[in-house]
């Protein structure tokens, strides 16, 4: 009964490449978050996803960022252009759809994201 | 807006309690959640409060009184794996995302 599970669990990018963060929620969950975390502060919420629909993606940057939950296969969160300031750690969170308020989410091992 | 206030750095000794507490400024909300992270791990769910009062689940209890806008997550029989971060997050009514503190970090000495 595997749990969320985001790869790469590192990622190291130069300045102006792109970075694509996959995530895979747990089986039966149709509900995907996804957040940053900087060190020493708390998560910041980037996008929710149900399948083939953004819901929320009222904290993801309006400039390369996006994200997309597929019928079949993992979420993505794509970061084009990477900057330095988009180094963090970035992790994905699944609920099932009866929870459909999101209260326990459950996280992936989260992908850290280092652009030099 | 939504904003919670979490104490930056607690300490305790092993086999103590320590009480961790979270205000929070918001207009309305569905509950307040505790979560626990390690350093270089993911954030682990603990515990969800809906309604005023006390939840418990084994040593960990958390409390809401939304009169007061004010929670806490209590840790009873402090062990060294407790050494972790803890957040408190809400989901403000008619929103999907949940709203974060900045965590407090827990340290727990011999």
């Known amino acids: 009964n595997a749990g969320v599970m985001q790869n790469p669990r590192h990622l190291v990018r130069r300045r102006g490449q792109e970075a694509r963060l996959r995530c895979s929620p747990m089986?039966?969950?149709?509900?995907v978050y996804w957040y940053r975390q900087l060190p020493e502060e708390g998560l910041k919420f980037m996008v929710y996803?149900?399948?083939?629909?953004?819901?929320?993606e009222s904290g993801m940057p309006k400039e390369r960022f996006s994200a997309e939950f597929p019928k079949e296969g993992p979420s993505i969160l794509r970061i084009q252009q990477v900057v330095r300031g988009d180094s963090a750690a970035y992790f994905c969170?699944?609920?099932?759809?009866?929870?459909?308020?999101?209260?326990?989410?459950?996280f992936g091992p989260g992908t850290r994201l280092l652009v030099l | 807006g939504q904003s919670l206030e979490q104490p930056s750095e607690v300490t305790a000794v092993e086999g103590a309690i320590v009480q961790i507490n979270c205000t929070y400024q918001t207009s309305g909300f569905y509950g307040l959640s505790w979560y626990q992270q390690h350093d270089g791990g993911a954030p682990t769910f603990l515990s969800y409060?809906?309604l005023d009062g006390l939840e418990e689940t084994g040593r960990f209890s958390s409390f809401l009184s939304r009169s007061d806008s004010y929670g806490y997550l209590l840790l009873q029989e402090l062990q060294m794996k407790d050494s972790a971060s803890y957040f408190c997050a809400v989901r403000g009514i008619g929103n999907y995302q949940l709203i974060w503190g900045a965590g407090t970090k827990l340290i727990i000495k011999p």
């Open positions: 969170a699944s609920s099932p759809p009866a929870s459909g308020s999101g209260e326990t989410q459950y």
């Open positions: 996803l149900q399948k083939e629909n953004i819901i929320d």
């Open positions: 089986k039966g969950h149709s509900h």
């Open positions: 409060n809906a």
